[in-house]
Each structure stands twice: as C-alpha cells, then as structure tokens.
C-alpha cells in the first residue's frame, strides 16, 4: 500500500490521526497531516483505510497494488 496526502485539501480535522496515528501526524500550527509511513505495514493497512474513508476533506489516496521488491 502506498499512502499519498494532499495538503492543499486537508482542513485539519484530525480524523486520520484518530483512526491511524502511526502513519498520519498534524502540523502544531493548522493542524495540517503529516504523513509519517507512505508505506505502513500490513497490520495498520485496515487503519489508514479507515483513515481515509473518514476524512470529511478526501486529502487521502490510497494505492492498493502490492509492493514491488
């Protein structure tokens, strides 16, 4: 899985971080995402769909093609 962020969409809700504060972050001054892992592991790929499924800005895309080595 591979996780992009737009943050010209975000409107720092906060949800992403709720759902899977591993991979997502805000910014300390507007609450922008931060994207910490862009490649999470297997075990937190449920999180970050739920991640993205609940943020109300759609600033979450989601690549599900497996990794390649």
Same mark, same amino acid.
């Given at each position: 899985? +591979?996780?992009?962020?737009?943050q ?9 971080? +709720?759902?899977?504060? #591993? ?6 001054? #507007?609450? @922008?995402?931060?994207?910490?892992? *862009? ?5 937190l790929?449920?999180?970050?769909? #739920?991640? *993205? ?6 600033? @979450?895309? +989601? #690549?599900?093609?497996?990794?390649r080595?």
């Amino acid at each position: 899985m +591979l996780v992009r962020i737009d943050q010209e969409k975000c409107c720092g809700a906060g949800h992403c971080v +709720l759902a899977a504060p #591993d991979v997502f972050d805000q910014r300390d001054e #507007d609450g @922008i995402v931060v994207l910490l892992d *862009a490649r999470p592991p297997a075990e937190l790929h449920q999180a970050v769909q #739920d991640a *993205a499924a609940v943020c109300p800005a759609a600033a @979450i895309q +989601l #690549d599900q093609a497996p990794d390649r080595a």
